[in-house]
């Protein structure tokens, strides 16, 4: 479950900081419509069903990946994070939107202020400004929906444990809870 979530966490928070920051850069343009719409869009669909439609699409139909995420015993670190990764994007697609959202509200808001204002009469290059000055601000906000966002992290697994097989402690639980192996769920539960 922590390699699982692990990969999910390293691919969500570059992904969805940079295409927020990116939406916030170029506010009102087709640009952060896009993204705003397809981050939207994303939050909307459960994890269990964007995992239904990838393992179609990615496994049985295309056969890029497997349709398990168990990786054969004694393979590598690279053999394990390629079974891992089809399983890791429905959590990375549903979170894409809340920190790109946060991301995109922090940097426009930034640009809006006054020291950006200052920093850009004063001369400095745009590229400077946008990291010294709005990237700093931006992303404090930001920071604090990835961390609130963890735990949603964590319930999500469960799911995706459960349909890609995956042996972790979301498919524990919820094995426990289906045989009523009520001393094994107060355990998990601490």
Do not use: C
């Not at 990375?92 to 006054?114: C, K, N, P, Q």
């Amino acid at each position: 479950s922590l390699k699982l979530g692990m990969i999910a966490f390293v691919l969500t928070v570059p992904l969805s900081i940079g295409f927020g920051v990116l939406a916030g850069l170029r506010k009102g343009r087709f640009t952060d419509r896009a993204i705003s719409i397809i981050g939207l869009s994303l939050i909307a669909i459960p994890e269990f069903v964007s995992g239904v439609v990838l393992l179609i699409v990615f496994a049985v139909s295309l056969q890029w990946f497997e349709v398990s995420a168990q990786a054969p015993p004694g393979a590598g670190l690279l053999t394990q994070l390629r079974f891992l990764v089809l399983p890791a994007l429905p959590l990375v697609l549903v979170l894409f939107g809340y920190i790109a959202r946060m991301a995109r509200e922090g940097t426009a808001t930034a640009l809006e202020s006054d020291y950006v204002r200052t920093a850009v009469l004063k001369g400095m290059p745009r590229r400077r400004v946008v990291v010294r000055h709005v990237l700093r601000n931006a992303l404090l906000p930001t920071v604090t929906v990835v961390g609130s966002q963890l735990g949603y992290l964590v319930g999500g697994l469960v799911v995706i444990e459960s349909l890609f097989n995956y042996n972790g402690l979301g498919k524990l639980l919820l094995d426990s809870a289906i045989d009523h192996d009520v001393p094994v769920l107060g355990v998990t539960a601490l």
